[in-house]
């Protein structure tokens, strides 16, 4: 069995640390992305429409000339990138459709793809998350196309996210379509909210694990890993 931690919120506080704190220190509070209830109420046209006027209102405190030619469409074009590019992946409509076939081949050792891209934004600042992601499993009977789990990977990253989440998810998901226990997912990756501001520190890179079922043998892990320096 996999598992994941998830801190409560107590009297606005998440374990004694501030919302500040909790972005600063890029805590996370559980597997599921947080939502509203009503986050798909509007279209995604009302959406485009909202994030333009509110994103043109940002630029107009910041003291920006929006009649300015280079600046006057910057709202639509967020507006636009938000909704459709790096954060589409909030909407359930956008989940790819995934195929299972057969297992013909009876292949029954693991299958890696490794070296997915992945572009993702910090959900503290709103600030890229880029690195690569590494999936593994071993077929219970089925198995999908290549190209999907590269898909899965790219539909939990476009959204706002913690590393550690991100991970869970894709493990999660994995485990879900493909029927088996037996998953792995590792992602390496790079986060300008550490680069770029605060500590900014350009060297460092964030390792997370997700292990499952088969995957929680030493032997299994090491194996994985060794595939994944190769």
Avoid: W
């Avoid at 990138?81 to 299972?100: R, T, V």
């Amino acid at each position: 069995m996999s598992s994941s931690n998830t801190l409560k919120l107590k009297n606005n506080k998440l374990n004694g640390y501030t919302d500040m704190e909790i972005g600063d220190d890029h805590l996370y509070t559980g597997l599921n992305t947080p939502l509203k209830k009503d986050a798909f109420a509007i279209s995604d046209e009302e959406k485009k429409n909202k994030i333009s006027m509110l994103f043109e209102e940002i630029m107009d405190v910041m003291g920006l000339d929006l009649t300015d030619d280079s600046l006057k469409g910057t709202p639509d074009r967020v507006a636009k990138m938000y909704i459709e590019e790096i954060f589409s992946g909030l909407n359930p409509s956008n989940k790819p459709k995934i195929a299972l076939f057969e297992n013909k081949y009876q292949y029954n050792q693991m299958l890696v793809e490794k070296n997915i891209t992945l572009y993702s934004n910090c959900e503290h600042h709103f600030v890229p998350i880029i690195g690569k992601a590494h999936v593994a499993y071993i077929s219970s009977g089925k198995v999908i196309g290549l190209s999907k789990l590269n898909r899965i990977v790219q539909y939990y990253s476009k959204r706002p996210q913690v590393q550690e989440r991100l991970t869970n998810q894709i493990g999660e998901e994995l485990k879900n379509i493909l029927n088996t226990e037996d998953v792995a997912v590792i992602i390496d990756a790079k986060h300008l909210c550490v680069s770029s501001r605060g500590i900014k520190d350009e060297s460092s890179a964030t390792v997370t694990s997700f292990y499952s079922g088969a995957f929680n043998s030493p032997a299994k892990v090491a194996e994985f890993n060794n595939y994944i320096k190769q």
